[in-house]
């Protein structure tokens, strides 16, 4: 595995159950400042166990594949989700 992928999944494991990031954040948080694209590309194509829904887009859009699924994973962990986007 690449170091960027290690270094993504790494972070994204290390998200607590409501915390809720940007692919921005991600990739900077990895080492990788200016990667979100390359974030979402990643968990777009991985079949690691890491916690996807806990990563947003920048506003706190929701910009997954499957919007619905992640603000009902987001939902049940206490994170309030409105049209589409992290509310708070």
Same mark, same amino acid.
């Given at each position: 595995?690449?170091?960027?992928?290690?270094?993504?999944?790494?972070?994204?494991?290390?998200l607590r159950?409501?915390?809720?990031?940007?692919?921005?954040?991600?990739?900077?948080?990895? $080492?990788? +400042? $200016?990667?979100?694209?390359?974030?979402?590309?990643?968990?777009?194509?991985? %079949?690691? %166990?890491? +916690?996807?829904w806990r990563?947003?887009?920048?506003?706190?859009?929701?910009?997954? +594949?499957? +919007?619905?699924?992640?603000?009902?994973?987001?939902?049940?962990?206490?994170?309030?989700?409105? %049209? $589409?986007?992290?509310v708070g």
């Amino acid at each position: 595995m690449k170091r960027f992928e290690e270094a993504v999944l790494e972070v994204l494991r290390s998200l607590r159950s409501g915390e809720v990031v940007t692919y921005g954040e991600v990739a900077e948080q990895a $080492g990788f +400042p $200016g990667a979100a694209r390359a974030v979402g590309n990643l968990l777009n194509r991985t %079949d690691e %166990d890491v +916690p996807w829904w806990r990563v947003v887009g920048a506003g706190g859009r929701l910009r997954s +594949p499957s +919007p619905a699924r992640q603000a009902e994973l987001l939902a049940a962990e206490g994170v309030l989700v409105r %049209d $589409g986007r992290v509310v708070g």
